[in-house]
């Protein structure tokens, strides 16, 4: 793991866009096609707000979530509603912004399909993944009841994930998908999301799911 200490949080919020924006760049270039795979919440809006403007060749950026409730696009709770009012606009509105929710009373109804159509946009280029205070990243969350098999090496593309700090049922990327990121960043502000980096660290998956991918991240942080 690699720690990233910012005086403040706008600066924290332009310098991660600007690294993203770098290495969305690259893999634009060498490949023709690059991935992008962000999380939900309010905290990377700011990052939302300043890749929406960037001058890449959006046309050819899939943008995935890390994870979904499993409610519609209408919700307020949807991840995919905010990022397609934060991020998938302006210049990358051209952007393919590839589904983890679609009608059908539970995830497991729609697995396969979901999954079919994230299999080509792998593996992720760029993974940019929030923590919460109980460690979870993505919908990883410690006593879910499908962490065990989501984070082994067998995983499946995405499962369906349960948890009491989840609220409604979610679909979440698994560990190998997130650890298979050519690039990964985390992103976390304050002293409890710092405090509950610190105790991860020496914690099994199990008790601290985003050790999962702490190895091979890079932790951006402010106060």
Known sequence: MKLEV???????????????AGQM?????????ATLSVPG??????????????????ANVAVVLNDERW?????????????RER??????????????????????????????????????????????????????FPGADRLDEALAPSAPLLLPMRAEAAGEPRVTLTAPV??????THILITGPEKRAALERAQ???PLEAPVRAVLDTATVHWAE
Do not use: C, K
Request: proline content about 9%; hydrophobic content about 40%; aromatic content about 6%.
């Open 178 to 183: 997130l650890r298979g990121a050519f690039h």
């Open 87 to 140: 991020l998938i606009r302006g210049r990358a509105a051209q952007a393919r912004l590839i589904p983890l929710y679609a009608p059908a009373g539970t995830p497991e109804d729609m697995l396969p399909a979901l999954e079919d159509g994230l299999r080509p946009h792998l593996p992720i280029s760029v993974l940019l993944l929030g923590m919460g205070a109980d460690m979870h990243t993505a919908s990883l």
């Open 41 to 58: 919440g309010t905290t990377p809006g700011p990052i939302f707000d300043t890749l929406s403007g960037v001058d890449l060749d959006w």
């Open 6 to 20: 910012y005086p403040d949080r706008e600066m924290l919020m332009l310098g991660l866009a600007n690294i993203i």
């Open 202 to 204: 020496s914690l099994p």
């Open 71 to 83: 409610v519609p696009e209408s919700s307020d709770r949807s991840n995919t509603r905010l990022v």
């Open 25 to 33: 760049a690259d893999f634009l270039r060498r490949d023709g096609r």
